[in-house]
């Protein structure tokens, strides 16, 4: 969910694949945040943010999921 994450992801990627992996928060564009962040040291309120981000980013992917299958 951050470029951390995504680095990681991109080199264990085939050659082929390579260009698949996003940041989660690409499927939420309204968004200004383009990574989730660790809610760790946010207290309740940082967790209750990224849940927001999530749920933003879940829609946004289910309906990435509906376009790209034709569902």
């Known amino acids: 969910m951050d470029l951390n ?3 990681i992801l991109k ?3 085939p ?3 390579v260009h698949k992996p996003r940041l989660f928060l690409d499927f939420a564009p309204d968004l200004i945040e383009s990574e ?3 809610p760790y040291y946010g207290g309740e309120a ?3 943010r990224v849940l927001d981000l ?3 980013a ?3 992917l289910l309906e990435h999921i509906r376009r790209e ?3």
């Open 54 to 56: 999530i749920e933003a």
């Open 5 to 7: 994450n995504l680095a």
């Open 11 to 13: 080199q264990l990627a």
């Open 36 to 38: 989730v962040p660790d």
């Open 46 to 48: 940082g967790f209750l």
């Open 58 to 60: 879940s829609v946004g």
């Open 69 to 71: 299958h034709n569902l």
């Open 15 to 17: 050659e082929h694949l």
